[in-house]
Structure formats: C-alpha cells, structure tokens
C-alpha cells in the first residue's frame, strides 16, 4: 500500500554520480534528534509510514544515507543548517563570535541567529549611553 502523502513529494536527490547525499557521524546524530523531536511519522523511533502490523525501525534514523522522501522534503528543511550542509547547495557562513556555522539570511550577515541578538541588544545598550553621555544637562 502506498502512502498518497508520498506520492505529492518529489524524487530524492542523487550527487551526479547517482549516489545518495552521505552525512557525516555527527550529522546524522543531529538528524535522529530532528526526526525524534519533529516527525510525525516517527513514534518511539518507529516508522508509521513503514508499518504493516509488525513494528519497524525508522531506516533514516539508522542510516548515513537520505533515503526518505518525508523527512527530506518535510523534516530537514527546519534545521537550515543542517540541510545546507548535508547538500551544500547554501552557502554557510561561520558565526564571529561562537564560530558555528550557519545560513545567513543575506550577504552581510556576521552572526548565528543566537548570538546575533546578543550582539544587537549589547551594541544599542552601548549607542544608548554614548547617546545619554553627550547630552547636555
């Protein structure tokens, strides 16, 4: 039996060699995180979309490999990231202040997502007292 939601995504990308896209160790323990946390045909690392009566381990949790349509198209693109480093298709950018990578939502960013508040919230609290220091009273 097919699931229809399938059927709607597009086929997986392959590297030009027609290999699957490989993750790294590390990526593929952010990746099981992600699914655990935001799949929703995930439940207790079982694959629903997989399951006919008998329980079956989620193969993308276990694997190097992308190989499932559902959590490339609908998972991965909510870690930006992630997905921009699996597939390198995004430029990424290091972080100046704690040097993680990330995806910046335009050419002149500096900082992650995290740190770039941080350091907003610190470079106005600093023109606010430039700004207070040089009123004359």
Do not use: W
């Amino acid at each position: 039996m097919k699931n229809s939601n399938n059927q709607k995504l597009p086929p997986l990308e392959r590297k030009p060699d027609g290999s699957l896209y490989r993750m790294t160790p590390a990526q593929r323990k952010q990746a099981s995180a992600l699914i655990r946390r935001e799949c929703c045909n995930c439940d207790g690392g079982n694959c629903l979309v997989l399951d006919d009566g008998d329980t079956c381990i989620c193969p993308q949790t276990i694997s190097f490999s992308i190989c499932c349509t559902h959590f490339r198209f609908a998972v991965l693109p909510l870690d930006r990231t992630l997905e921009a480093e699996i597939f390198r298709d995004k430029d990424t950018k290091c972080c100046f202040v704690c040097g993680r990578a990330f995806v910046p939502g335009s050419n002149r960013a500096k900082y992650c997502p995290d740190c770039a508040a941080r350091v907003h919230r610190r470079q106005k609290a600093e023109s606010e007292r430039k700004r207070r220091a040089s009123v004359d009273n």
